[in-house]
T-cell receptor
């Protein structure tokens, strides 16, 4: 069975600086999707970034980028120029691409990010 | 785009009553929706997968008769907590799967249920 591990329960970063959140996963599949979701204090889950395993190029979304290392099964999230609004729980998630109707996400436990002014 | 609404946002009910939570995909159709439960400062726990026009698929340990799921249309899924008890108090979140190029789950804002 697939698992997702986020080894950093809490992180902090100074405003305007860069922070990297780690995520590792375990799977025997070769094709899958990886996601980072953000959950601010409002508790609304927001998609941050999505990566398809067959794509070698790392996904980027404005200040957010990932370092996807398929062989190492690592999927870290880098937040550049951190802003106060980036303070949130960040969840890493995995999903098989051999879906059929199985589109379940496998979730990590989350990393709580604090942004210091 | 890809907006999911959830209603109500908060509900307080007495023990023994039933509560219905609605999840709607506002600008896309979703054949698959998901219901999660989240305890404070914890990750999401998948309760069930809701498939339009068919029975929901429940995760192990989730009582089907207690958490009734109906997915009658491509934009609406409902979760009914029957005979609610204080231990059912929690934050319930739904998501809807946007198929096609996006192939991604989008989440509702959640419902806080408090059972007195």
């Amino acid at each position: 069975a697939q698992t997702v591990t986020q080894s950093q329960p809490e992180m902090s970063v100074q405003e305007a600086e860069t922070v990297t959140l780690s995520c590792t996963y375990d799977t025997s599949e070769s094709d899958y999707y990886l996601f980072w979701y953000k959950q601010p204090p409002s508790r609304q889950m927001i998609l941050v970034i999505r990566q398809e395993a067959y794509k070698q190029q790392n996904a980027t979304e404005n200040r957010f980028s990932v370092n996807f290392q398929k062989a190492a099964k690592s999927f870290s999230l880098k937040i550049s120029d951190s802003q106060l609004g980036d303070a949130a729980m960040y969840f890493c998630a995995y999903r098989t691409s051999n879906a059929g109707n199985n589109r379940k996400l496998i979730w990590g436990l989350g990393t709580s990010l604090a942004v210091n002014p | 785009g890809a907006v999911v609404s959830q209603h109500p946002s908060r509900v307080i009910c007495k023990s023994g009553t039933s509560v219905k939570i609605e999840c709607r995909s506002l600008d896309f159709q979703a054949t698959t929706m998901f219901w999660y439960r989240q305890f404070p400062k914890q990750s999401l726990m998948l309760m069930a997968t809701s498939n339009e026009g068919s029975k929901a698929t429940y995760e192990q340990g989730v009582e089907k008769d207690k958490f009734l799921i109906n997915h009658a249309s491509l934009t609406l899924s409902t979760l009914t907590v029957t005979s609610a008890h204080p231990e059912d108090s929690s934050f319930y979140i739904c998501s809807a799967h946007l198929a096609g190029a996006a192939d991604t789950q989008y989440f509702g804002p959640g419902t806080r249920l408090t059972v007195l």
